[in-house]
């Protein structure tokens, strides 16, 4: 990454792979919080991460993490997933993707906002109050990255057009 830096390349996309050898990174935050203390420049991009299979709250807090630790050089794309190993490998029903994607996405929403109080959820994933004490990203909203959809069947499928708003509305100077 340092030669692509080097290079004049812009940025670099991280897929969500598990339970497969087609990618070989099963946590997108973990690798590019790692790529974030080898570069200085380059745009840190997940493509995409998946979010019917992971609590949330949790992926919240890594990206809001590895979105401080880079300097706000996170752009964060996010998907629900169609290769069927993934749902078989995390025992999660693909009828309910897209529903948990929307869950999920309301959820990190509200925990990067900066309302007070507890974040108020009823849904299948997470219901009640949570307790929301996330770091505060950082100064600046990067550009959303969300994958664009060719076809009839992919864009049934696709995020919709206002999950492109999905980033830290407020950071550190």
Known sequence: MELAERLGYDSVWVGEEHFYCFGICPSPQLF???LARETSRLRLGTAISLLPFENPLRKAE???MLDILSGGRLNFGVGR???PKHFEGFRRDPRESRARYEESLHIIRGAW?????PLRVRGKILAGPLPVALPQTS???PPAHLP?????WSRSRAPRPRDRELLPQH???
């Open 113 to 117: 906002s900066l309302e007070p109080g």
């Open 62 to 64: 890594d990206f809001a």
């Open 148 to 152: 664009r959809a060719p076809s009839a």
């Open 171 to 173: 950071r550190l100077a």
């Open 81 to 83: 997933g169609i290769i």
């Open 139 to 141: 100064a600046k909203a």
């Open 32 to 34: 590019l919080t790692a």
